[in-house]
């Protein structure tokens, strides 16, 4: 088979659509437009070090960071649960698990504005019991909703085909040796565990720190996070050397949190994507 | 004993926190009243005024004409590159495996953007044909990497038996290799298909005024606030993905006992 032909196509395509694309935002990031034409400068990441971005910046990481540690701790006892062997209908459980997923995610998010919003159904339901409305769309908990929302099964699903793979063996034998089952869950589930988490992670962590959706649709626009950032530049300010030089921080941000994955990835199993 | 009415409490809480919402949004897209709090009525309006508008119309031919298309070109061109890519060195190889990982890597906005900026840099008019590039684009990694698993499970001397036996090297790819990896192709395909359906993120970047899909025309729907339509659309999208779902888990378990 002669590979250089057979695959030159796609070469060129992505040469076109994925490299070349690449440059051009670095190349607005570097430089500066002025009259004379581009000038090479760094202003734009001078820019960026602003209160008033690093702010956006500090508020992406943060509200990402809540949410990842709440799908954790409601994602891993769910996960444990499916995994259990001796689940009745365990297949139609996690199929059931799965189907959300497969709703278009700007409707989950819309799902929720419904629900939350002044004449919605949880404010009407708190008022028969007299309690009078409240303001729940359009606040960084509604955010922070949104992205457990979305994300849980991003955590659960890693963490659940980890669990399912743990030789059963093991914890009778823990057992047999006198641990009993919160010293198995802690000494031996959770450590043969953590590759499961480590990939729910960084799945819930990264789409949470990029999205610029949840946050207009639910935080109303107050809540401004990176990816809002970069969409403003482009489509309403017409910055694109400022857009471009906040792409590259965002791109820098996600290899920083693979590069976490993946140091971990090699030191326990030795296979990772880089 | 607690203990598994506490698991079962827990499994029911979670599972209540994922279904409630899309239950409201369906039995809210039979409410008469245009609130959401209270319910006046059984009523089908939405439904009627969901299939009479045009901007909806157009953007569900959108999203579904740019599926087909953008899922098919991105199988032929990503399974030819597969099967390349499976014969490169090592260096070279590695080379185009990263290149293919960075559009899956990348955040979508980000892909949407650098898009953005070469259609604009090339001076091509932002609509229905950048669309279809940039779905073809991000669609293309995603068949590449089912298909080659498929291919590194072949075995290599049955390509060789082939032309051995005279078939020329096109001829024995169309009738031996092709067949071989035909599963990894159709989940690539399939899976392109779904991505392409469910992008929002990509497709608001890259298209101009005038076209969008269904996942943008219910964006700019939601920002303006609470509109009945998105519900029934909603409902319509929820069922038909259940009974896709279902067809195909019936299908997979049937050719399951089959083989068995």
């Known amino acids: 088979m002669k590979e250089g032909r057979i695959s030159s196509p796609y070469i060129i395509w992505m040469t076109i659509f994925i490299v070349f694309p690449i440059l051009l935002i670095l190349f607005f990031g570097i430089t500066i437009r002025t009259d004379e034409g581009f000038k090479l400068s760094l202003e734009n990441f001078q820019r960026f070090f602003e209160p008033i971005y690093l702010l956006v910046l500090w508020r992406s990481i943060r509200l990402a960071f809540i949410s990842t540690v709440i799908c954790l701790i409601l994602g891993y006892p769910m996960a444990m649960i499916l995994a259990n062997k001796d689940l009745k209908m365990k297949n139609t459980l996690v199929l059931l698990f799965v189907i959300p997923m497969w709703m278009n995610f700007l409707l989950r998010t819309y799902a929720w504005m419904t629900l939350l919003e002044r004449g919605g159904i949880i404010n009407s339901f708190l008022s028969l019991l007299r309690i009078p409305p409240i303001n729940l769309l359009y606040t960084e908990e509604a955010v922070i909703l949104g992205m457990v929302y979305n994300f849980l099964p991003f955590m659960v699903l890693p963490i659940y085909s980890v669990l399912i793979k743990i030789d059963k063996s093991l914890l009778e034998a823990a057992e047999d040796l006198g641990a009993d089952s919160y010293t198995v869950l802690r000494k031996v589930i959770f450590p043969l565990s953590i590759p499961g988490v480590i990939s729910g992670i960084t799945m819930v962590f990264m789409p949470a720190v990029t999205t610029f959706v949840i946050s207009r649709l639910l935080g109303g626009g107050q809540f401004t996070l990176i990816g809002n950032l970069i969409e403003q530049q482009f489509l309403f300010v017409g910055d694109w050397n400022f857009g471009s030089a906040i792409s590259i921080v965002m791109i820098i941000l996600i290899l920083i949190s693979m590069g976490f994955m993946s140091k971990y990835e090699k030191e326990n199993e030795g296979a990772g994507l880089w | ?260």
Do not use: C
């Open chain 2, 1 to 260: 004993m607690v203990m598994s009415y506490l698991k079962k409490l827990y499994a029911f809480i979670i599972f209540f926190f994922l279904y409630a919402p899309i239950m409201v949004l369906i039995v809210f897209s039979f409410n008469e009243s245009k609130s959401r709090g209270s319910w006046d009525g059984f009523t089908l309006k939405w439904y009627i005024e969901l299939f009479q508008d045009r901007q909806i119309m157009s953007a569900l031919y959108n999203t579904i004409v740019i599926a087909i298309l953008s899922s098919t070109i991105a199988t032929a061109i990503g399974t030819a590159a597969a099967i390349g890519i499976h014969n490169m060195k090592q260096f070279k190889r590695s080379m185009v495996m990263n290149l293919t990982y960075l559009p899956v890597l990348n955040p979508d906005i980000v892909t949407g953007i650098s898009l953005m900026l070469l259609f604009i840099f090339l001076k091509i008019r932002l609509g229905f044909l950048t669309l279809l590039l940039a779905h073809i684009t991000f669609n293309i990694p995603y068949v590449i990497i089912s298909v080659l698993p498929k291919l590194k499970q072949l075995n290599k001397h049955i390509y060789e038996a082939a032309l051995d036996l005279g078939a020329s090297p096109s001829y024995a790819l169309r009738k031996v290799i092709i067949p071989e990896i035909m599963p990894g192709i159709i989940t690539g395909f399939l899976l392109a298909f779904t991505l392409s359906l469910d992008d929002f993120v990509i497709s608001f970047f890259t298209t101009g005024s005038g076209v969008s899909n269904l996942s943008i025309t219910i964006y700019s729907m939601a920002r303006r606030g609470i509109n009945p339509k998105i519900n029934a659309l909603s409902t319509i999208m929820f069922v038909t993905v259940l009974l896709l779902l279902i067809i195909v888990n019936k299908r997979m378990s049937k050719t399951n006992i089959i083989k068995e």
